[in-house]
């Protein structure tokens, strides 16, 4: 088993920031890809950020600049810092782990359950 349990969603206004996190287990840590992907209700996923073991990291378009995925080796736990958060970041976002990254994509193995973010205005 490897859970993946993500924390830190909430609602912030539009230009505020917050921060969510994703324990890991020690097993889950080891894998190749480590990321954040989105789902809005009705439309299809988007991978936001990915970050591959030797920690190059990428970005989708959208959040690029604005978005920073880390990981921590010593608590194993994946981060995503938002800033400037605009309405269209509104989303449930789950952490995800796999063999490969695609883009700012994740072929996940695994996946969280998921946090809701809402961006309001």
């Known amino acids: 088993q490897v859970p993946l349990v993500e924390s830190g969603g909430g609602s912030v206004q539009a230009g505020g920031s917050l921060k969510l996190s994703c324990g890991l287990s020690?097993?889950?840590?080891?894998?190749?890809?480590m990321g954040w992907f989105r789902q809005v209700t009705g439309k299809g996923r988007e991978g936001v950020a990915v970050?591959?073991?030797?920690?190059?990291?990428s970005y989708a378009e959208s959040v690029k600049g604005r978005f920073t995925i880390s990981r921590d080796s010593e608590t194993y736990s994946l981060h995503l810092q938002m800033e400037s958060l605009k309405l269209e970041d509104t989303a449930v976002y789950h952490c995800?782990?796999?063999?490969?990254?695609?883009?700012?994509?994740?072929?996940?193995?695994?996946r969280g359950q998921g946090t809701q973010v809402t961006v309001s205005s």
């Open positions: 995800a782990i796999g063999k490969n990254c695609q883009n700012a994509d994740i072929d996940d193995e695994f």
């Open positions: 020690v097993d889950a840590f080891r894998r190749p890809c």
């Open positions: 970050i591959h073991g030797d920690g190059d990291a």
